[in-house]
């Protein structure tokens, strides 16, 4: 009797560690997001669009990185940019306005990881002869391993929109 109590106890142990096992396993393939916003800084003189003085830009993007991880081969960064602090104007009294988010996504083969993305924005002149443009900038970002993000401008420029 001794025998068939041991073996009894001895596979309910092992089904419960199946079952710890199994519920860890899938605790550990639940999705995680870590979420980084950065108010990035914007000043910026151009000469575009043969305006014959220069566009100056002033405020700050607000950025928010959500690196997400969903799974096994499901790991990505969304980034959402907000230009409602952002301004564009010429001394003359020429104004430019943005819209106000842009969002993209870049999938990531591993943490950690650095990448580099351009966020766009068209501008809309506002006044006699404001021509309209888009305003890139190029940054570079780390995200460690933890999922948190660092950004740095690479560069800015802006083009003329026809």
């Known amino acids: 009797m001794r025998g068939k109590t041991f073996?009894?106890?001895?596979?309910?142990?092992?089904?419960?560690?199946?079952?710890?096992?199994?519920?860890?396993?899938?605790v550990a393939q639940t999705a995680t997001t870590v979420t980084t916003t950065i108010?990035?800084?914007?000043?910026?003189?151009a000469q575009t669009c043969d305006v014959l003085e220069s566009i100056t830009f002033s405020g700050t993007v607000d950025i928010v990185?959500?690196?997400?991880?969903?799974?096994?081969?499901?790991l990505k960064v969304n980034i959402n940019s907000n230009w409602q602090n952002v301004t564009g104007s010429t001394p003359s009294g020429r104004?430019?306005?943005?819209?106000?988010?842009s969002t993209q996504s870049i999938d990531l083969d591993s943490l950690p990881s650095q990448q580099?993305?351009?966020?766009?924005?068209?501008?809309?002149g506002?006044?006699?002869?404001?021509?309209?443009?888009?305003?890139?900038?190029?940054?570079?970002?780390n995200i460690d391993a933890n999922g948190a993000v660092t950004a740095q401008k690479d560069s800015e420029a802006i083009e003329c929109q026809q």
């Open 7 to 26: 073996k009894l106890s001895l596979l309910t142990m092992m089904f419960a560690a199946v079952v710890m096992a199994g519920a860890k396993s899938t």
């Open 39 to 45: 108010r990035q800084p914007i000043d910026f003189a």
């Open 65 to 74: 990185y959500d690196v997400v991880n969903g799974g096994p081969g499901n």
């Open 95 to 101: 104004q430019y306005a943005g819209s106000n988010e």
């Open 116 to 124: 580099s993305f351009t966020v766009s924005q068209q501008w809309i």
């Open 126 to 141: 506002k006044g006699d002869g404001a021509p309209s443009m888009i305003y890139n900038i190029k940054f570079i970002i």
